[in-house]
């Protein structure tokens, strides 16, 4: 609990630019110098070692047991118990249900209910367990002392000294020039906040959002007269068109996408997929799985985009008009394809196969590069859709978004243009990183200078809050009572799924201690319920009960209760006799204990009356406002049964809210997220093509490096330099945890590092190798990054993952690079200011060098058949069966019970790695580190592998040709693992697993250099888990040690607990009982796990379609998981 | 011949140490290790009461549990409440503390060993547990070794896959 508190104290200034450059210290290795120790040391530590275990053999070890002091009927200790709550890693709000061991959330599954997400989760929400337990939390309130050091305080003197300083701004009569800047909170937290600055006379808050879809906002505002970000249903699309939104990765609400995507696009959910064309200059993971690429010329996008556009409307035999206020571009569509360099005959056949297949959906750029220029081609998009007949059918702006409500970059950049003519006296961060996201151009750092008081609710430290004056830590969203309504008609519970970790205090119960403190009137505080605004009158429908995802969850007796932080640590009365350390947090619940005290007495379930007539702390607010919206003027016994109802299902659907949400509410965003100000005035499209230019656009080979036309992005380098959100690090906020850092990017398998993509044709002539050190120029800074060579993007771009380069944010995320924020501006132009992640840049390559962990330097199958993939027409047809191969000497396996058996739809897998990181947090997968990485001493058991074509379809830029195929253990009828085991560690079950006794294990290492598909992992160091990450562990899944080998297990602790629970039932097990951890999580559902001796299983069917195969058949292996081949509209041939 | 005579000495004693250890280690009937409360399982089976009364969750739950406090204190409100050993108990009550019991049962980390099934298929617990009946202080009487669950597997007919019955 110590550890964070020093580690703030003496964190280490920010590093200087090229620090990555020079190599700069790992701030988390394990394995760093592990293996150094000479000879003497070695036998000394051997002497020691023996004499310890000589006395440890002496000791009887007593191990102490703790009874509850009162039992929780609700709990069985040793069973793990389910909570319904919305995952906060993104604005997405997808539900997540936390699996709890004896008070420890030890794993993310999403939940079933959830109409957006459906049980399923991606990597970052797999991550939000390592945030709740990040090692680099605050453990209590902090406060910067006059020399800049920050001092631990007590709770009551943080608020007293916040108080203080409220008082002192209402005395100098400055309330009007305070500022709250938090995360998208459109909840219970959000109306607490509005009424409480409003109580204040404080200016309204701003939501805070990296990406806010600035440029769709303004498109949908010209096309749709609303400033709001529509919701999209990609499912019922025949044709889908995307020019670099994102949205299998980070774009809105990628899960719900990627499910929508799958089962519209994948071979696996339906026989007649429908295509995808890409366009943009970047090939990103959303691109990898389109049909067709189309490699536009940086900055290109208007103009592939209004060739599209003019060419449908002519075969649609109307005009393409647009809205008032924009000026027509004043050439044709054939001259814009030829300036953006797609072949006109292809956007031809996009613009007739647009008209054929309807519905369709047609989408402008993503984050990477919303611009000024994406507005217009966001416009052009959305008048498309409009002309098809797409809304209201795949495009829905009466279904707004919840970043609709998010501020302005303008009014972000305003406020601290503000701050910086010390215009801002008082500063709220609630969950805000502007400092880390915003371009060091922007001025951010030295406006938080000026301000004479900074609040900060962060969890952790980062870049902003680094400049903070007080920090009063709030909880984890894991365990936090809250809300979100990821839009208008649908809204997630949360609620906590533990105590709290840290010394933390809701913000919630902060301002309402405040409103307390100086005795203001809150509206959802008062003795009277208001009627909540964000409600409509009658009540909604919460999802039905879904098939036992969870028993608990449909047994009335445990329904869903979480450790209640906030009602067993209440709300302080005033700073002076605070009632702050609950009797819980005075019991120390002992090291290695599973069973905890409960301090208190039994009483009646506060859950289930109605809260007390004034509220005195946040989930007593949220409840009353939810009990009061749900049922209202219901008996006070129905309020509570439909809350606890709600608790148990985490979810609550308004009546027909996905039809027709109501105007209203779509005028409330408006309302809270006012147009920039001044005339809405498109940008021209593309500088070559403005109106006055005379002539053609000068022609630009694919391989000159330097624009021939006038520059169009701000610059004089001669690569654009592109930056594009991660789906690891979203936009840099997960960047502190180890499994987002050690998963590597699915496209690049580079892992711990910031790296600058070039592409190869044109680093080889320039002598740029693999993990040298570029120098990039721009007219804002410099930076230092090591270079990737890569294949997916055009010659004349560089591009950089958003998301590392943190200066201050924690053991994992720190010195990870230089950050790409120098090498932006932050211009305003026509009103709004966009922040245009693309810029000219220069590069020059540095003798210096930083090797990149690369988890896979191979993109080529050669003559190997890896991941295959099989043409549109040949996919059930004997043409795309694989020779199989099964010849022994010796009888086969009998499996007497069942055989258990996996089988991967490679046409469904986009990549997204989601199954790697539930596999880490299900199966107690040590992070190992960057050094550990570099040697491919990665713990992975499961890996998702990317190769571009295969040796008779090599990849073409029209059609790369991607394929992703997850590769966990392949649990080998036939393994050459087993046989060479010289202890019998490895060896095959009855159930057909390749069994691995780790108890056993002596480490020869013989199984993993025999095992073709190296899924076998060695322990080589003491795996690390800085506390309390440990408290992450699963308890059903042993924890290994140094010198053992490990692998994946087909989750064997899920198929074991599944058995027992058949056999003392007597039952049989049913098909689809037993998901392991990668398939539950799976958005696509691309993995099926099932009984392959149980021909009517899902699992022994697919294993009987045409297109399965088994990889490296021919080594006569017999593996238990089967590919299906992915499935292409066409194949190039060679 | 001084120096021989007192390292054979020596040796001696190192090895009558070395048996000792070997002894203690290897013995299954050690005593219990000695508890916060002197409670007896003897006085508690006499009167009656059957083994999941205290110990409820062992038809739930991997965990056979130990009794609530609350469980404790229900009973010894009223039954010999000024007893010494009570006292401790309501002691701990009154600050509302759980007991620190000593561990005397306990598998190695890498078994993954489960109550529920065995007491679903009808294993008393005195095949594991011993005579708990007649003892005061609580001791292990059965070695848990790998041969003890095999032979009892084995004879039950009991599924005896290495990694998928105990070690994953």
């Known amino acids: ?1134 | 011949m001084f120096p021989l005579k007192s390292i054979a000495a020596l040796g001696v004693l190192l090895m009558a140490a070395f048996l000792w250890i070997f002894y203690r280690q290897n013995q299954p009937y050690r005593s219990g290790p000695r508890q916060p409360i002197d409670f007896s399982h003897r006085v508690h089976v006499r009167r009656g009461l059957a083994c999941d009364y205290c110990h409820q969750d062992v038809m739930r739950s991997n965990y056979a549990g130990l009794p609530s406090l609350l469980k404790c204190i229900s009973c010894h409100r009223e039954v010999i409440p000024y007893y010494p050993q009570v006292q401790i108990l309501h002691a701990y009550w009154r600050k509302q503390r759980p007991i620190p019991w000593r561990r005397v049962y306990r598998l190695p980390d890498y078994v993954h060993f489960s109550h529920r099934p065995h007491i679903a298929s009808g294993i008393a617990c005195q095949t594991c547990h011993g005579n708990v009946g007649a003892m005061n202080r609580l001791r292990q009487v059965v070695n848990f070794n790998m041969s003890t669950c095999l032979t009892c597997h084995r004879a039950y007919g009991a599924k005896t896959d290495c990694f998928q019955t105990c070690h994953h």
């Open chain 1, 1 to 1134: 609990m110590k550890s964070p508190l020093i580690q703030i104290a003496s964190a280490p200034p920010a590093p200087a630019a090229g620090s990555a450059a020079s190599g700069g210290q790992e701030a988390f290795d394990p394995a760093a110098g592990a293996g150094v120790q000479n000879r003497r040391g070695f036998l000394k530590s051997l002497g020691l070692a023996g004499a310890g275990a000589a006395l440890a053999g002496c000791g009887t070890g007593q191990v102490e047991v703790l009874p509850y002091v009162v039992p929780d009927a609700r709990r069985t200790p040793g069973e793990p118990v389910r909570f319904a709550t919305v995952c906060r890693e993104c604005p997405a709000g997808c539900g997540m249900l936390m699996r709890v061991h004896d008070g420890r959330a030890t794993k993310a599954e999403g939940n079933p209910d959830h109409p957006l997400n459906r049980g399923k989760l991606c990597l970052r929400g797999q991550s939000a367990l390592q945030g709740l337990y990040n090692p680099d939390r605050f453990a209590g309130p902090l406060l910067r002392d006059a020399r800049g050091r920050w001092q631990s305080l007590s709770w009551e003197a943080a608020l007293a000294r916040l108080a203080q300083e409220i008082s002192s701004v209402e005395r100098e009569g400055r309330a009007a020039e305070s500022a709250w800047l938090g995360g998208l909170e459109n909840g219970a937290l959000g109306a607490l906040v509005d009424d409480w600055l409003r109580a204040n006379r404080y200016p309204p808050r701003l939501s805070y959002e990296a990406y806010s879809y600035d440029a769709l906002r303004l498109a949908a505002a010209a096309v749709f007269g609303q400033p709001v970000i529509p919701g999209f249903d990609f499912a019922p699309a025949r044709y889908l068109v995307a020019f670099g939104a994102e949205f299998l990765e980070t774009w809105l609400s990628n899960v719900e996408y990627a499910r929508q995507f799958a089962a519209m696009h994948s071979y696996g959910h339906t026989r007649h997929p429908a295509r995808f064309v890409f366009a943009g200059p970047r090939l990103n993971l959303t691109g990898a799985n389109a049909d067709e690429n189309w490699q536009l010329e940086p900055g290109a996008e208007p103009l592939a985009m209004f060739a599209l556009a003019e060419l449908t409307a002519r075969r649609l035999h109307r005009r393409l008009d647009w809205p008032a206020g924009v000026q027509p571009p004043a050439f044709s569509a054939e001259r814009a394809a030829a300036a953006a360099r797609v072949p006109l005959d292809v956007i031809r056949r996009a613009a007739r196969r647009l008209v054929r297949h309807r519905p369709s959906l047609v989408l402008g750029p993503g984050v990477a590069n919303d611009d000024e220029q994406a507005v217009f081609t966001h416009l052009a998009a959305l008048r498309l859709n409009q002309m098809l007949g797409n809304v209201g059918v795949t495009v829905f702006p009466d279904r707004p978004h919840a970043l609709s409500a998010a501020a302005w970059q303008s009014q972000v950049l305003d406020l601290f243009g503000r701050a910086r003519r010390g215009g801002v006296r008082l500063l709220f961060l609630h969950h805000a990183n502007p400092a880390f996201h915003l371009p060091a151009a922007a001025g951010i750092r030295a406006g938080l200078e000026r301000i004479p008081f900074i609040v900060s609710f962060a969890r952790q430290m980062d870049e902003t809050t680094q400049s903070a004056h007080l920090i009063l830590p709030d909880h984890d969203p894991l365990e936090s009572w809250g809300d979100y309504a990821p839009r208008p008609g649908l809204a997630g519970l949360l609620q906590p799924a533990m105590r709290p970790v840290f010394d933390t205090r809701p913000t919630g119960d902060i301002l309402l201690w405040l409103a307390r403190h100086f005795r203001q009137s809150l509206p959802g505080a008062e003795p009277q319920p208001p009627v909540a605004s964000m409600l409509p009158p009658s009540a909604g429908v919460i999802a039905g009960a879904h098939p036992g995802a969870s028993g608990e969850l449909n047994d009335p007796a445990t329904l869903g209760l979480g450790g209640h932080p906030s009602r067993l640590a209440p709300a302080p009365e005033s700073p002076a006799s605070p009632n702050l350390p609950s009797s819980a947090a005075a019991i120390p619940a002992p090291e290695g204990s599973n069973l905890r005290s409960s301090p208190n007495l039994p009483q009646p379930d506060p859950d289930d009356a109605l809260p007390p007539a004034a509220v005195t702390n946040f989930d007593q607010y949220l409840r009353r406002r939810w009990q009061s919206a749900l049922a209202p003027g219901a008996a006070p016994e129905e309020q509570a049964r439909i809350w606890r109802r709600f608790l148990a299902q985490g979810v609550w659907v308004a009546p027909g809210a996905a039809a027709s949400p109501s105007p209203r509410q779509v005028a409330s965003i408006r309302a809270s997220s006012p147009m920039p100000a001044g005339p809405l005035v498109l940008p021209l499209p593309h500088p070559t093509l403005a109106p006055a230019a005379p002539g053609p656009p000068p022609p630009a080979p694919p391989l000159r490096l330097a624009p021939a036309g006038p520059a169009k992005f701000r610059g004089s380098g001669r690569f654009t330099l592109l930056l594009y959100p991660s789906i690891r690090f979203f936009d840099g906020r997960q960047a502190n945890r180890g499994w987002c850092q050690e998963i590597p990017d699915p496209l690049s398998k580079i892992c711990w590092d910031s790296y600058v993509e070039i592409h190869t044709a044109v680093a080889q002539p320039l002598g740029i190798r693999e993990g040298d050190i570029l120098r990039l120029d721009s007219p804002y800074g410099a930076a230092e990054f090591p270079a990737h060579l890569a294949n997916g993007l055009h010659p004349a771009v560089l591009a950089l993952e958003i998301g590392q380069g943190h200066a201050n944010f924690g053991r994992f995320a720190n010195q990870r690079g230089d950050s790409p924020g120098k090498l932006l501006g932050a211009q305003l132009a026509g009103g709004a200011w966009l922040p245009g992640f693309q810029i000219q840049v220069a590069a020059r390559r540095l003798e210096k060098r930083r090797n990149l962990a690369n988890l896979q330097i191979e993109r080529q199958q050669w003559d190997k058949k890896i991941a295959l993939a099989v043409a549109l027409a040949d996919a059930d047809t004997a043409a795309a069966r694989e020779p199989e191969m099964r010849a022994t000497w010796y009888s086969f396996h009998p499996y007497p019970h069942h055989r258990w058996a996996m089988s991967v739809d490679l046409s469904s897998c986009i990549g997204c790695n989601a199954c790697v990181a539930a596999c880490y947090a299900e199966n107690n997968i040590p992070v190992m580190g960057r050094s550990a990485c570099m040697s491919h001493r990665e713990m992975a058991w499961l890996r998702v592998e990317v190769y571009a074509g295969d040796s008779r379809h090599p990849p073409t830029r029209m059609n790369p040709d991607l394929r992703f195929i997850p590769i966990p253990c392949q649990q080998c009828d036939n393994a050459p693992c087993e046989y060479v085991c010289p202890v019998f560690a490895a060896y095959h079950t009855d159930e057909g697993l390749n069994g691995q006794v780790y108890n056993r294990c002596i480490g020869t290492r013989y199984c993993s250099n025999n095992c073709i598909y190296k899924v076998r992992r060695f322990n080589w160091f003491t795996p690390q888990w800085p506390a309390p990450l440990d408290q992450q562990m699963n308890p059903d899944v042993s924890v290994r040690a140094k010198g053992v080998m490990e692998k994946c297990t087909f989750c064997v602790q899920r198929i074991e607990r599944a058995e027992r629970s058949a056999k003392i039932d007597r039952r049989p097990l049913r098909d689809g009982e037993i998901q392991p951890a990668c398939m539950q999580t799976c958005p696509t559902q691309a993995i099926v796990f099932g009984d392959q001796k149980d021909s009517r299983s899902r699992v022994a069917q697919l294993q009987r379609r045409a297109r399965s195969y088994h990889m490296f058949y021919e080594e006569n292996c017999f593996p238990a998981v089967n590919y299906l081949k992915r499935v292409k509209f066409e194949l190039n041939s060679t």
